[in-house]
């Protein structure tokens, strides 16, 4: 594991804030990591800050982590904040709409403060 994960509890969220090299073996890895904590520590909803570093995954690799983990974590949790500090482009709103339509409650936004409001808005 070459990813760092810190974890905030709130009082109606889990905050993970997640850092190092942006890989897709660390993508899958952090990400099956906070949706067990969430299930763990009783949170039905997470807000995911990302500040992986440099190079970027291509549409095929996002494709298939959301792909696989809307399938394996479906139904689990009610709503997923995600921000992505370092986000080029529209590839993180492409990892939204596979997720939506896969019936997995992700949402992608810009800011901590964004995702904060989305997720208070959720409840």
């Not at 070459?2 to 990400?31: C, D, F, W």
């Not at 904590?37 to 959301?66: Q, S, T, W």
């Not at 492409?94 to 997720?119: C, D, G, I, S, Y």
């Amino acid at each position: 594991m070459t990813y760092q994960l810190s974890l905030i509890r709130k009082p109606a969220y889990l905050h993970a804030i997640v850092t190092g090299p942006n890989t897709k073996e660390n993508v899958k890895m952090y990400v099956d990591e906070v949706i067990r904590e969430c299930l763990a520590l009783k949170y039905a909803r997470v807000l995911i800050e990302e500040r992986l570093e440099r190079p970027r995954l291509n549409a095929l690799d996002v494709f298939g982590i959301v792909e696989d983990g809307s399938a394996r974590f479906y139904g689990k949790l009610k709503a997923i904040a995600y921000v992505d500090l370092n986000a080029k482009g529209s590839l993180m709103h492409f990892a939204e709409n596979v997720a939506v339509n896969r019936a997995f409650p992700l949402k992608v936004l810009t800011t901590v403060e964004e995702a904060e409001q989305w997720l208070a808005r959720s409840a």
